[in-house]
């Protein structure tokens, strides 16, 4: 921790895919990525680290409070569909589309390894309007933020 501005750590063994997915969501209200003059892309900070991680669990929280309206969200944003027709089609047929679209894209092309994630969140048996099991604050309150 020496010469660290700030020290995000675990107080507690955490599930991998809840820190996997907590720690995406903190690094893009961290960060943001612009053009460099060499055309090699810049990392700028957009917040102190305290900030970026209050905003985090918020997120977070939200997102868990309904997962599945979350994943179709981003679902439809994807397929350029329009999200406000509601929970007209299933998550399998989503899946489906998904599945076709992908099968059509460069294995490492950005929207190839978006519409993998959003299928794999369409997988799982229990996605539904409830609250998510990573709701609970053992998958998030674990996380301690020291900063100077």
């Known amino acids: 921790m020496a ?16 820190t996997q997915r907590l720690m995406e969501l903190f690094y893009e209200a961290w960060l943001t ?12 900070v957009k917040c102190s680290v305290a900030e970026a991680w209050t905003q985090t669990i918020r997120t977070w929280l939200t997102i868990q409070a309904d997962p599945e309206y979350h994943v179709r969200k981003q679902v439809y944003m994807l397929l350029g569909l329009d999200a406000s027709t509601g929970d007209e089609k299933s998550k399998d047929e989503l899946f489906d589309v998904c599945y076709n679209l992908f099968t059509e894209q460069e294995a490492d092309s950005a929207l190839a390894k978006s519409l993998k994630e959003v299928m794999n969140d369409l997988s799982i048996a229990d996605l539904s309007h409830e609250k998510s099991k990573y709701y609970h604050p053992l998958f998030w309150a674990a996380f301690s933020v020291v900063a100077v």
């Open 3 to 18: 010469g660290a501005d700030a020290v995000i750590m675990s107080l507690w063994p955490v599930h991998d895919r809840a």
């Open 33 to 44: 990525l612009e053009d460099g003059d060499d055309e090699e892309p810049i990392l700028r």
